[in-house]
């Protein structure tokens, strides 16, 4: 029996589809995006000696949507607008502080992703959730009550969320109520749960007939472990072309949004000491959700001294906060005393200094400006009406 996995590049993936679709007038194929799609039927038409070829490919939400349909269901997948409208409506049923708080559709909208596109119905979700020790149980139900209140306002516009498309696919291909032909599952180095799980009734009703996952030469392909695990590969024999590693982490806990940025400053200045490129280095802090970043702020040495640069910097910030920011930062050349007064006159704090982040033996500070929201602004006044005799 031929081995499931394969590993390639995209070119080489591209390649391997034209010839399966060539050789067979039964089988599919199911492509990561319409990129691999476009250059594998562009192969396929070199390949052919006509003019006009038939191509079975389809993206995951396209099959998913087909397998539906073919078992005589069409529900209509709600919209994206439609999506946003009704968490901001849910939002607005909820009579709470928090609620009132800036971004927070978005974060709810964010966090029912991460359920839903995780494998996860709500009822899992709470189901799970009494099980585990909560920090706050009563939020969680909140923001339950949220999430219900949006699956009930996209019910009531007679559609479905697209997470339920894949679920009930995945459903139908395990009951073998609908029939589905071999698929060659094609480009993909990660799946959120809800697309794994179709890919698991696939191979689970032998309907899997080969996946390529795209590899390389360098580390960047390391990601695709997680993906090649769940399908049940065997990470030894990978590691010579996936340069597989395990992942280690560190947990700390700070104190405050600030002594955050200096621990993360301090981890990267401990990966550029041991001789980790700059390149290679991503930063993920949730001090710095919802931040902006201001690449670079010149003002031309005649018109230094002038306001020019306060000027610059307040459009900046004022762009930043129109999008939805709550942070702006920003790189100073550690030797440049004059910029890093300007920056801190203007409100920014020094978190910490990134030596030779952006150029060789060039030492750069962070700085970090954020605004308050009308939550803290409120809890401000509040406070400082206890602090006033008379007032309290």
């Given at each position: 029996m031929p081995p499931l996995l394969h590993f390639a590049s995209y070119r080489e993936i591209a390649e391997e589809i034209a010839v399966r679709l060539a050789a067979s007038s039964s089988g599919e194929v199911i492509v990561s995006s319409y990129g691999l799609a476009t250059t594998a039927t562009a192969e396929l038409l070199r390949r052919s000696k006509i003019a006009a070829v038939s191509v079975r490919l389809s993206l995951l939400d396209t099959?998913?949507?087909?397998?539906?349909?073919?078992?005589?269901?069409?529900?209509?997948?709600?919209?994206?607008?439609?999506?946003?409208?009704?968490?901001?409506?849910?939002?607005?049923?909820?009579?709470?502080?928090?609620?009132?708080?800036?971004?927070?559709?978005?974060?709810?909208?964010?966090?029912?992703?991460?359920?839903?596109?995780?494998?996860?119905?709500?009822?899992?979700?709470?189901?799970r959730s009494r099980s585990k020790t909560l920090r706050s149980r009563q939020r969680t139900q909140m923001i339950l009550g949220i999430w219900r209140e949006y699956e009930k306002l996209i019910a009531h516009l007679q559609a479905v969320d697209p997470a339920d498309i894949l679920d009930r696919a995945a459903v139908l291909i395990e009951s073998g109520k609908v029939?589905?032909?071999?698929?060659?599952?094609?480009?993909?180095?990660d799946m959120t749960g809800a697309q794994l799980r179709i890919l698991h009734a696939l191979k689970k009703t032998g309907k899997v007939s080969a996946i390529f996952v795209p590899a390389g030469e360098d580390a960047a392909y390391a990601f695709a472990s997680r993906f090649v695990g769940s399908v049940g590969a065997m990470a030894d024999r990978l590691k010579p072309v996936l340069h597989i590693k395990k992942p280690e982490a560190t947990v700390a806990q700070c104190g405050n949004k600030e002594m955050e940025l200096r621990a993360v400053c301090h981890s990267i200045r401990e990966l550029l000491d041991s001789g980790v490129p700059a390149d290679r280095i991503g930063i993920t802090t949730r001090a710095l959700d919802r931040a902006a970043y201001l690449r670079l702020l010149l003002v031309a040495e005649g018109e230094q001294s002038r306001g020019v640069g306060a000027a610059l910097l307040r459009d900046a910030e004022r762009r930043a906060r129109a999008s939805?920011?709550?942070?702006?930062?920003?790189?100073?050349?550690?030797?440049?005393?004059?910029?890093?007064?300007?920056?801190?006159?203007?409100?920014?704090?020094?978190?910490?200094?990134?030596?030779?982040?952006?150029?060789?033996?060039?030492?750069?500070?962070?700085?970090?400006k954020t605004w308050p929201t009308r939550r803290t602004r409120a809890l401000a006044a509040s406070f400082d009406r206890l602090a006033t005799p008379g007032l309290a």
């Amino acid at each position: 029996m031929p081995p499931l996995l394969h590993f390639a590049s995209y070119r080489e993936i591209a390649e391997e589809i034209a010839v399966r679709l060539a050789a067979s007038s039964s089988g599919e194929v199911i492509v990561s995006s319409y990129g691999l799609a476009t250059t594998a039927t562009a192969e396929l038409l070199r390949r052919s000696k006509i003019a006009a070829v038939s191509v079975r490919l389809s993206l995951l939400d396209t099959f998913a949507r087909r397998v539906v349909n073919d078992a005589g269901e069409y529900p209509r997948e709600a919209a994206e607008a439609e999506r946003h409208l009704a968490m901001r409506a849910a939002v607005k049923a909820i009579d709470d502080p928090m609620m009132e708080t800036r971004g927070i559709v978005a974060m709810m909208e964010r966090s029912y992703r991460d359920v839903r596109d995780g494998g996860m119905t709500l009822a899992e979700f709470e189901r799970r959730s009494r099980s585990k020790t909560l920090r706050s149980r009563q939020r969680t139900q909140m923001i339950l009550g949220i999430w219900r209140e949006y699956e009930k306002l996209i019910a009531h516009l007679q559609a479905v969320d697209p997470a339920d498309i894949l679920d009930r696919a995945a459903v139908l291909i395990e009951s073998g109520k609908v029939s589905v032909p071999a698929q060659v599952i094609a480009g993909f180095y990660d799946m959120t749960g809800a697309q794994l799980r179709i890919l698991h009734a696939l191979k689970k009703t032998g309907k899997v007939s080969a996946i390529f996952v795209p590899a390389g030469e360098d580390a960047a392909y390391a990601f695709a472990s997680r993906f090649v695990g769940s399908v049940g590969a065997m990470a030894d024999r990978l590691k010579p072309v996936l340069h597989i590693k395990k992942p280690e982490a560190t947990v700390a806990q700070c104190g405050n949004k600030e002594m955050e940025l200096r621990a993360v400053c301090h981890s990267i200045r401990e990966l550029l000491d041991s001789g980790v490129p700059a390149d290679r280095i991503g930063i993920t802090t949730r001090a710095l959700d919802r931040a902006a970043y201001l690449r670079l702020l010149l003002v031309a040495e005649g018109e230094q001294s002038r306001g020019v640069g306060a000027a610059l910097l307040r459009d900046a910030e004022r762009r930043a906060r129109a999008s939805g920011c709550r942070h702006l930062v920003l790189l100073v050349t550690s030797a440049n005393r004059r910029a890093r007064t300007f920056y801190t006159r203007h409100g920014y704090r020094h978190v910490g200094n990134l030596p030779g982040f952006v150029r060789p033996a060039i030492g750069e500070s962070l700085y970090v400006k954020t605004w308050p929201t009308r939550r803290t602004r409120a809890l401000a006044a509040s406070f400082d009406r206890l602090a006033t005799p008379g007032l309290a």
